[in-house]
């Protein structure tokens, strides 16, 4: 649904629910050992350390990038982040879950004051994002909560059918 259409409490639950996802992770992961953490999920996907960076890094230089781009500039072309790209040329398994938490939670925190402070009639402004075609800002908040819910179901996953090892 798009923001600017939402009820104010739908806003406030969609920007409630977005703040919640750095408290999830930390809740899921934190008490995981780092050989844990590094271990692949089902069928080879992100590892929690993985999903950790991952976020982060698509906090910063995906959502921040596009919302403050579609902000500023007219009819943007928006590139995509490519994670699994980014998963191993940073060596994510490498680094540590708690400050992949945090790093995704002080950029999440930064988004959401982003977010809260856009004018409603900056809400249609629009550009093309690669792989997806045209995005509103208006749609981020949305973009961003079902990304936030495919990690979630991918964390579940690993927890629930197991780790491939």
Known sequence: MRYERMTGVERDTLLRD????ADFLCERLSSLSAAEAAVSGPEGGFSPVEQCWHLADLEREGFSVRIRRLLSEVDPLLPDFDGDRAAVERQYRLKSVAEGIEAFRGA???NLALIRSIASDDWSRSGTQEGVGRVALCDMPSIMAQHDGAHRAEIAAWFEKGRDA
């Open 18 to 21: 977005l703040g919640a996802m």
């Open 108 to 110: 999440r925190a930064a």
